[in-house]
């Protein structure tokens, strides 16, 4: 029943179909991320074609249309960003991380569309949350991005978040995470489910 219900999720989630300019694809817009997937496949179709059609003799004007077709992407992914800036990111934390997250949304995407991500969090329990030792109020968090079946985009990573207080149930802290997308990888989140986060005891 779960995985019906991730399958149906992952459906709705390409909608709308974007034409993909030069290389006979389309690439459907994201309901959390928009267009920015489709402008950086569409992106990386059209530069590996130019390099594979690179010769000695027409280097310079594969070199001018490789640039034109960044410069497509910068277009595309300023075009959608005042439209992500401020749009909620689906999470989860483990109930066991001694912590918990208040606020997950998008705050900014670099030029190629790499989606940075600022996320709040809330200390429940010191105790079971990862403390640094040589600071009271810095904390160590694990999180990992998975799809909408549950398998794993990418691997576990750890990021450490700066408290306004010794870490005492109530502490809070701000930090921002990149979705690590870009233009070679970008189809594995159309499938994006959550950010999971946890606390991993080391």
């Known amino acids: ?7 149906l999720l ?3 989630a390409m909608v709308l179909m974007v034409s993909c300019g030069g290389s006979g694809k389309s690439y459907p817009e994201h309901e959390i991320f928009g267009k920015v997937l489709a402008a950086q496949l569409e992106y990386h179709d059209q530069d590996s074609t130019l390099k594979a059609d690179r010769t000695d003799d027409n280097w310079k004007d594969i070199k001018e ?6 410069d497509k992407l910068y277009q595309a992914v300023e075009q959608e960003k005042a439209a992500l800036i401020g749009r909620d990111i689906p999470f ?3 109930p066991e991380a001694g912590f918990e997250v208040t606020s997950c949304k998008i705050s900014d995407l670099n030029k190629l569309g790499n989606i940075e991500v600022k996320v709040q969090i809330k200390i429940t329990d010191p105790a079971k949350a990862h403390l640094f030792g040589f600071s009271k109020n810095e904390m160590y968090f694990d999180f990992k ?12 990573m750890t990021l450490s978040v700066k408290l306004d207080q010794d870490a005492t149930p109530g502490a ?10 870009h233009a070679k990888t970008a ?3 159309y499938k994006f489910g959550k950010i999971v986060f946890y606390t991993e005891k080391y």
Do not use: C, P, Q, W
């Open 1 to 7: 029943m779960k995985k019906t219900l991730f399958s």
């Open 10 to 12: 992952a459906a709705g």
């Open 65 to 70: 249309k490789r640039k034109e077709n960044t």
């Open 92 to 94: 989860e934390v483990d």
């Open 145 to 156: 991005f998975v799809d909408t079946e549950g398998n794993l985009i990418h691997d576990k």
């Open 172 to 181: 809070v802290g701000e930090t921002t995470l990149s979705l690590n997308n």
């Open 187 to 189: 189809n594995k989140y």
